[in-house]
């Protein structure tokens, strides 16, 4: 038989196909999501908008734990209490 001479064809294994899919896959990606120092500073930006938020948050709480407090305390709020002002009415001019 002659077939030792001939090279056998062998189907390209499954693997070997997954592994190419992600090779194509992965270089039409890396064109897609910026370098690792843009995503660094993002993540950066996200977190500290999350930083500032809590805080506006504490800063809001801290208000109504003091406004609280000073209710218990038997006191008035300060900012929730109206002055008297006196109203100023509209002023009329006379035109010639």
């Not at 056998?8 to 693997?15: A, I, R, T, V, Y």
């Not at 109504?64 to 009415?89: C, F, N, S, W």
Request: proline content about 6%; some cysteine.
């Amino acid at each position: 038989m002659g077939e030792k001479g001939k090279e056998q064809l062998k189907p390209p294994s499954l693997e070997e196909e997954v592994q190419e899919i992600k090779r194509k896959l992965g270089s039409l990606l890396e064109l897609c999501i910026p370098p690792k120092e843009v995503l660094d500073e993002i993540k950066r930006d996200f977190i500290t908008a999350q930083v500032s938020m809590l805080k506006i948050f504490k800063t809001l709480l801290d208000y109504e734990i003091e406004v609280l407090e000073r209710l218990a305390k038997g006191g008035k709020t300060p900012v929730r209490e109206k002055e008297d002002k006196p109203k100023k009415g509209v002023k009329k001019i006379k035109v010639e």
